[in-house]
């Protein structure tokens, strides 16, 4: 009896794991608002695949991916593999023109003044909500002086030759106000981890940090200073001999305003990551699964086990490591980079697998990406880059600037690095093979190492 429950218990295995399985379309009867989309499952790679009589090439582990084309109205599609048949039907709605108009700019016959009701404002450079845009990241309760708007922002005063934007919805409006802040003096305190400048003013500002040689402080809207600007000139690669900059920070303490710039770590070669402090994160978990993958592998999962063999290798190396996250738990954006700030963390790379629109076709998308924020990050994202090209054999798809939250992360070097897709069959399957993910982490670590002993 038992012999012949493990023979039906065989066989039941046996057919479930090359059933046709679509993982997208998410259903069987969707709208999708764009001239094509893409099929991503998996099937037996013994038997024939088609969409639509069209052959479509499954990969050895049982994955595909198959772009197609869509009509303005309802597609169907008939998926084929072997005795298994699967109908979908997608709907394209009938393209709609939308003209974007500019909103108008209306400047104030009086200035306004306002403050911000929210901590990690963004202060932008043009009113737009998103892009590379960023002058600085306001905490609550900063005054501002305000000439204008435009659409969903108010144009604020920096200095006299300079202007910002904050969104209408962090600020709060004031009958009245002063229009310029006064400088008392500034300390300068070294220590052994960071150099730090303390700024003593009546009230706060506005600042703005700029990562250049030389390095620039500066407080906006102060009085009896040029164009009612303070601008100290940090000689940032002298005083860091030569070295990388490897972090920075700025907040307000009271009306005290204290900019805190890491010093260099001098690495011994023979012990490159000792006393480096770096954090990793596991893009997504818990309730947000991210992308999957043609054999319907989460993101989360995957971003976990990357993570996972990066923590083993880079403390292997004596770095001292921290995770965001060990398991499969939810953690917000900020919550992120609050801990790697918590941690004084100097690296903070976060992992991901990439994803892409219905308008691109998946077998085209192949390889690694790596983002960045900040300039001081974008060495580091060099060296990681080279080493898992070299190493892994990957398709180098680009190092970019992308204002995405935890690569805005002025305290350490942030960056994202997609690993690869989840949606292309070759990717998916490198992705979820442990073996290449032993070797990732390897090439990572050696970037960074080389980035440590070499840039």
Known sequence: MKKIFLLILFLLIGQTSFALDIIYPKSNDVTINSASTFFA?????KKELTINGTKVPVHSSGGFAQSVQLVTGKNTFVIKSGKETLTYTITRPQPKTFKWTQPPLKEYDDMKYGEVTSDNTPLRSTPIDGGINRIAHLQKGIPLVIDGEKGNFYRVILGAVKEGWVAKQNIKLDESGSSLAELKGHDYIDTDEFFIFVFHLNRKTPWEL????????????????PDNTYVMEFPIQESLGGKKLLGYSANFSGTDFIVKIRKPILPDKNEPFKNIKITIDPGHGGNEAGAVGCLGDLEKNINLDFAKQLEYELKSRGASVSMTRNGDSDIGLKER?????DENTMIFISIHGNSIPDSKDPIKHSGTEIYYYYNQSKPLADWIMNAMVNELGVNNRGIRQQSFAVVRNTNALSILIETGYLINPSDNARLIDKEFQKKTAKAIADGIENYLIKY
């Open 41 to 45: 499952g998996s099937a037996d790679t």
């Open 210 to 225: 700029v990562d250049s040689n030389p390095f620039l402080i500066k407080l906006y809207n102060v009085e009896n200073q």
């Open 337 to 341: 980079v609050d801990f790697a700030n």
